[in-house]
């Protein structure tokens, strides 16, 4: 949509894609989105001035031919260059529509230079177009086109206004600068000092009754085209967004659902472009790196681009020539031209005109500061003595008032704090002394009728992270030697101790390696994710140290080990161990871990390293999952992905992630999905000693095949009834695909296994909830736990027990906890096991619609008639 830019945004069912031309000079393209069709065939060698997008499809200038040359996929637009191509035509400007592309034919001359031609292909408008005067630009809606006359500044449109009115709506006697249109609608900015715009079309025609209806009804939400003075507008399916002139902030109106981000605030931009939902910008600093805001994509994205085309003459007034130290523009003689910002922001003045090669300069005026900005510049700025004269009286008062003010909330906060610490503290003194007489009393002979030396443990637990010293840690592992060592990672060793008090730890010892940086980061994520997580099926800490360059974590300790030890070590007797009951288990207890990470922690915890060797299993093989090194918060909504370079483990890499660098929840899916595959088969994710090495790549087809048998690990005599195992097979298949957005998510994949696992059981359950964790998959942790608290009920401690009770209550601060209820209780959603078993998931997507997304449809339907595409497009973002 819109017109021809340097950045571009296509959009469709296949997903959204951002490209941008390099900011090195190269004229090169660079892409970044879910859209392979796209992102793959994005031309590597060849080089372009201007780009533009449509559904499903972008389109360049070749700066050689001046011909358009498309990528991606369209059914109506050829991909390569468009045809029929007039012979030897060349073109100014490209500009695409959901499935159209037009061309501004290169300006006539002789007796025909007061006509233009514009070549159009595509839907319904395959076809030149000849027009009276000379067209200086030309813009794309979804179904029709617009120019703007050079000579009277007017504009003109073309296409079908079924839906969207712009043709019979266009705006007599006013004169433009520049135009977009959008995808019902189009704005333009006015010539004149004021450079107002002024928008017109059903999509943004505010009167209309649906508009009133949907804004009642709380929506959708609608502003209103601002009058500030702008200088760039471009428009979405719905709205419309600008950069301000007098500060190069962005704006937008129109319509936007309630899920969508906001515009950032606080930023200035070079420039604009919108895709269907969500519109992105290109930082006006350094980095030219493009932020996007709205629906559906991440919030930055990791590719510098350009911030303007590279046009072959010299910049005019009103523009200033953008350049950041190398050239901007291959071509001799071709320059980046930014339009010159007009007026200066609220407490500033201007202290330098627009010249050819800086933008006008503005200044704040120091003797009219409110904002924090303004204190703090012309704080820094008063090197100049005159104006600290005039600064200081000025401004002196409410500096003095407001390090009063400052003064008396630091003396409350902290007077407060420390009442609030000593209050603590007493409770503190109080219970270490009950736990000690706990301990000498009946939760002694507790701990000895259970045989284990565990006392501190969930005194250590409630107290989050300890923090050991150096000295106690090597103690506890016999000065680290290496017969303690039982795990070594990239980046650690791990080893046995045993602490002071008699409690067994795990301690990660963090290698020293060249890159102390990225262990540092690793070190403090772990610790940082760890001291708020809290799941029966995460791995506990205990504690840490951080002394000099040694960086050490303190867990519980897992006596089984690894999984990863199980099913690949060297003993078989251990990969006979697990039986098909425990590997299910194992699985669901898994899936619990990382349910938990995804959906119940706020922001969700993406983990990035979902793998064999990190779920560890305790003394009765219950699994824990570990290793949080990599974790990152994500999202708080899964549909926008974070922008992050690949890390984790090759063989569970999602490659979506790796090649794109794309990252949600998902990406976690995947992982576990290859989890599930080697659960099953017994073979490692990548294992060379087989045909086919990747186990995703040996065991889909396998099981598409029906062939489970073939799968399964031949250690295992498989089960009579192989149902359950074919279940899981099937979801571990739907969790390998290769688009994050058809994978089940943890919740739906919980459900399956925990259904499989009861069917294995013998316990066919389609209906009914399923048994608590604990009592079905016998982790006697709880159990542990409610045995410990009736057993002090029954003292005639009741004091005791309260603070039992009290510890249970402060376990779970910021952080939701539900360590013992089965995921299908937890869940009001009506998941259903067809979901992930195979029918229904597809079904489902496109059918879930939120209310939100329910009124955009209703939307469409009232303004135009929307193609198949933009149907599904709309169903699967909203
Ligand atoms: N709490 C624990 N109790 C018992 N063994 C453990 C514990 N934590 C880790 N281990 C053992 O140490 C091994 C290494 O763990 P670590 O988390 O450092 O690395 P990794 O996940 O195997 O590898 P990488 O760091 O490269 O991803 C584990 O595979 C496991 O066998």
């Excluded at 360049?60 to 369209?74: A, E, K, T």
């Excluded at 301000?244 to 930023?267: A, F, I, L, M, Q």
């Excluded at 120091?366 to 012309?378: A, K, T, V």
């Excluded at 250590?460 to 592992?477: G, H, S, V």
């Amino acid at each position: 949509l819109g017109s021809m830019s340097s950045i571009t945004i296509s959009y469709g069912e296949n997903g959204p894609v951002f490209c941008g031309m390099k900011s090195d000079g190269s004229h090169l393209v660079t892409c970044y989105g879910s859209n392979l069709a796209i992102t793959y065939a994005t031309p590597a060698h060849l080089t372009f001035s201007g780009l533009t997008a449509g559904n499903g499809f972008i389109c360049g200038l070749l700066m050689d031919s001046n011909q358009p040359y498309c990528w991606g996929s369209s059914g109506f637009v050829q991909i390569g260059v468009p045809q029929p191509m007039v012979k030897d035509s060349e073109y100014l400007e490209i500009s695409a529509g959901d499935h159209h592309l037009c061309g501004l034919r290169k300006s006539l001359t002789g007796k025909h230079r007061n006509t233009s031609l514009v070549d159009c292909w595509g839907y319904n408008m395959t076809k030149s177009y000849e027009f009276d005067g000379q067209i200086q630009s030309i813009s794309a809606g979804s179904e029709f086109n617009c120019g703007l006359f050079t000579q009277n500044r007017s504009v003109f449109c073309w296409g079908d206004e079924t839906g969207s009115g712009v043709i019979s709506l266009i705006p007599m006697g006013m004169r433009f600068q520049k135009i977009a249109a959008g995808g019902f609608h189009v704005c333009g900015i006015l010539e004149g000092v004021d450079s107002r715009v002024v928008c017109w079309g059903r999509s943004l025609d505010f009167d209309a009754e649906i508009s009133a209806s949907l804004v009642d009804s709380g929506l959708l939400n609608v502003d209103f085209a601002p009058n500030d003075p702008m200088l760039s507008v471009v428009g979405g399916r719905f709205h419309a967004c600008g950069i301000k002139s007098y500060d190069r902030g962005v704006v937008c109106w129109g319509y936007h659902v309630e899920r969508s981000t906001p515009p950032p605030n606080n930023v200035r931009l070079y420039e604009i472009a919108a895709g269907d939902y969500f519109t992105c910008g290109v930082l006006s600093d350094a980095s030219l790196l493009p932020v996007c805001w709205g629906v559906g994509f991440p919030s930055s994205l990791p590719l510098a681009v350009l911030p303007g085309i590279c046009k072959p003459k010299p910049c005019t007034s009103d523009f200033y020539e953008f350049k950041n130290g190398s050239a901007p523009c291959k071509s001799p003689g071709s320059h980046v031209c930014l339009a010159c910002s007009n007026g200066c922001p609220n407490e500033m003045y201007q202290v330098s005109a627009c010249t050819s090669t800086s933008d006008r300069q503005c200044r704040y005026n120091c003797s009219s500061c409110i904002s924090r900005d303004c204190f703090s510049n012309c704080y820094d700025a008063t090197g100049d003595g005159k104006k600290k004269g005039k600064f200081w009286p000025l401004q002196l008062p409410v500096i003095v008032a407001e390090i009063a003010f400052a003064v008396f909330l630091v003396s409350v906060v902290s007077l407060t704090s420390i009442i609030y610490v000593r209050y603590k503290l007493r409770n503190c003194r109080c219970s270490g002394r009950a736990f000690k007489s706990k301990k000498d009393g009946k939760i002694g002979s507790f701990q000895k009728e259970s045989g284990k030396i565990r006392p501190d443990l969930d005194e250590l637990k409630i107290r989050r992270a300890q923090m050991f010293t150096y000295e106690e840690l090597e103690r506890a592992t016999s000065g680290f030697k290496e017969e303690s060592q039982v795990g070594k990672g990239s980046f650690s060793c791990v080893f046995k101790g045993v602490l002071k008090d008699g409690t067994v730890v795990a301690v990660k010892r963090s290698i020293m390696s060249p890159d102390m940086k990225k262990n540092s980061k690793e070190f403090h994520t772990e610790l940082d994710l760890l001291t708020r997580l809290n799941h029966a099926h995460l791995l506990s800490l205990l504690g840490y140290c951080e002394e000099g360059g040694e960086r050490l974590l303190v867990y519980e300790f897992m006596a089984n080990g690894s999984l990863h030890q199980h099913l690949h070590g060297q003993n078989k007797a251990l990969k006979e161990q697990l039986d098909w009951v425990k590997r299910v288990t194992i699985a669901v207890q898994a899936a619990r871990g990382i349910e938990y990470l995804h959906g119940y922690a706020c922001p969700p915890v993406i983990h990035r390293d979902i793998k064999s060797s990190n779920i560890l299993l305790d003394e009765e093989h219950n699994a824990r999952v570990a290793d949080f090194g990599l974790s990152l918060l994500g999202p708080a909504n899964s549909s926008s992905p974070l922008a992050e370079l690949p890390a984790g483990t090759l063989g569970y890499l999602d490659p979506e992630y790796y090649r794109l660098h794309y990252l949600t929840t998902k990406s976690d899916i995947y992982s576990f999905g290859v989890l599930i595959l080697e659960i099953l088969s017994g073979r490692k994710a990548i294992d060379m000693q087989f045909e086919e090495g990747n186990i995703v790549e040996w065991a889909v087809p396998l099981i598409k095949a029906g062939d489970i048998l073939a799968v399964l690990d031949p250690v295992l005599k498989p089960p009579t009834d192989l149902e359950a195992l074919k279940r899981i097979a099937n979801v571990a298949s739907k969790c390998v695909r290769m688009r994050g957005k058809e994978r089940p998510s943890m919740d739906k994949v919980t459900t399956a296994l925990e259904r499989a696992l009861a069917l294995l059981m013998g316990r066919p359950s389609n209906e009914q909830p399923i048994l608590p964790t604990e009592v079905v998959l016998g982790s006697s942790r709880l159990h542990t736990k409610s045995s410990q608290i009736s057993s002090y009920r029954s003292t005639s401690e009741t004091d005791v027990a309260e603070n039992e009770d009290q510890k249970f209550e402060f376990r779970a601060p910021s952080w939701i906890t539900f360590p013992s209820v089965a995921s299908s209780q937890r869940r009001k959603s009506s998941v259903s096991e067809a979901d992930v078993d195979g029918k229904n998931l597809e079904a489902r997507n496109v059918g879930n619609g939120t209310s939100a997304g329910d009124g955009l449809r209703s939307l469409q339907e009232e303004i135009g008639p929307a193609s198949p595409q933009q149907n599904l497009f709309l169903q699967h973002n909203f």
